[in-house]
């Protein structure tokens, strides 16, 4: 089971992160204000697929309409694998 967390600018997200339970991540997200710069700390995803990728994509998208900044941090390792083998690491 994957649990969001939003405590001020910081959103922690624990558990799988792929296809399955990205509805369930964006549902819980939309609590967000985006009113300030935030923070998505990754660091206790346990299992992902590029479904991440896309998911992090909407929320800089989010951000950005909203003129704040968006920091993605712990990302795991699998993550930054992916995300160069999609040629898109330099937007995490």
């Known amino acids: 089971m994957t649990s969001v967390t939003i ?3 910081l959103v922690n997200i624990q558990g799988p992160v ?3 339970q990205i509805p369930e991540i ?5 609590a ?18 590029t479904s991440l990728l896309s ?6 998208r989010l951000a950005s309409l909203n003129n704040q900044n968006l920091e993605i941090i712990n990302n795991p390792p699998n993550l930054k694998i992916l995300s160069k083998l999609y040629g898109v690491e330099a937007y995490l």
């Open 26 to 30: 964006l549902n819980s997200t939309k």
């Open 55 to 60: 998911l992090i994509f909407e929320w800089k």
């Open 7 to 9: 405590e001020n600018n």
């Open 32 to 49: 967000i204000a985006w009113n300030k710069p935030l923070r998505i700390d990754l660091k206790e995803v346990t299992d992902l697929d």
């Open 18 to 20: 792929t296809y399955h």
